[in-house]
């Protein structure tokens, strides 16, 4: 069956390491970089798991400068805004960077689909090419808005990361993908929707924050939904799901960014206010999840 089954790309979502003063520690998030790749996951994305929106423009240039470094060994994509403002003054320092793949955040309020429709023509005829744009709650652009701005060049894919009840009865995710089609859409919702992202409605890619912690066993669970062995990839599922759990529970940036430094990958720091460290009484929950976690992707 090589070569007949559709190319999913696995997109690692990754947090940033930061030192005490709030500096990025590039050595650190790039020994994470390296671990991922090591364990066969070439595609990185750092935006929302980074926590970019919180970041300073000078703490964004020193994460543009490590993406560089990193995008010598495959390919980067960077987040950016969420705000039109803050994505104009970032504009430059990514011409300068040569990144090509850009994710727009996702802005909350103020905000309106005609507003934000015309936010990402805006910096997509700065930054001369279309943008990925993060969709995260339900109508957030509409899709007659999305296909004006996929035939005007202004967006090049859409990843989808709203949050249902049944990730497989979506309305607005059916519409969505008849306006970018299959091929242009990516998973933004990570192991909890990847069998239906995946198996079910064929996105050509997936973005994934365990992938910090197990890329192989990640890339394994893709590897088996392309031939349709539904039943081991539930079984790798298992423990990844325990995690994720405690991630929606405790706050899936959080726990991601400390998982990581409990499991000796690299080192992380401290977060990026406005969030703030696990707390000790829900760690155990944290560390237990993660030492699951990495038993199993051992055996």
Do not use: C, W
Request: hydrophobic fraction near 50%; charged fraction near 20%; glycine fraction near 8%.
């Amino acid at each position: 069956m090589a070569g007949t089954e559709p190319v999913v790309r696995l997109v690692a979502d990754l947090p940033v390491a930061l030192n005490d003063n709030l500096s990025v520690n590039a050595s650190e998030t790039l020994r994470l970089a390296a671990h991922v790749r090591a364990g066969g996951v070439p595609e990185l994305l750092f935006s929302g798991n980074a926590n970019l929106s919180a970041f300073s423009l000078a703490q964004f240039e020193t994460v543009l400068d490590l993406a560089g470094e990193a995008a010598r060994y495959g390919p980067v994509t960077i987040g950016i805004g969420p705000e039109l403002g803050r994505m104009l003054d970032q504009a430059p320092l990514i011409e300068r960077s040569g990144l090509k793949d850009v994710l727009v955040l996702p802005i909350h309020a103020p905000a309106d689909t005609h507003g934000t429709a015309d936010g990402i023509r805006h910096i997509a005829d700065r930054l001369g090419r279309g943008v990925i744009v993060d969709l995260i709650r339900d109508n957030h652009l509409r899709p007659v808005t999305l296909r004006k701005l996929l035939d005007e060049g202004s967006i090049v894919a859409a990843r989808y990361s709203v949050q249902m009840p049944n990730p497989g009865d979506d309305g607005y995710l059916d519409r969505v993908i008849e306006v970018m089609t299959r091929e242009r859409m990516i998973g933004g919702l990570g192991e909890a929707a990847i069998l239906d992202h995946l198996a079910v409605r064929r996105f050509g890619a997936i973005t994934s924050g365990a992938a910090a912690l197990v890329p192989a066993r990640i890339r394994a669970v893709v590897e088996a939904i392309a031939i349709s062995d539904m039943a081991l990839a539930r079984r790798l599922l298992t423990p990844v799901l325990e995690l994720e759990r405690v991630r929606a529970m405790l706050g899936p940036i959080q726990v991601l960014h400390d998982a990581v430094t409990h499991a000796g990958i690299a080192a992380m720091g401290r977060q990026m206010p406005m969030l703030s460290p696990v707390k000790v009484k829900y760690r155990a929950d944290m560390e237990a999840g993660v030492e699951a976690l990495l038993a199993s992707a051992r055996a």
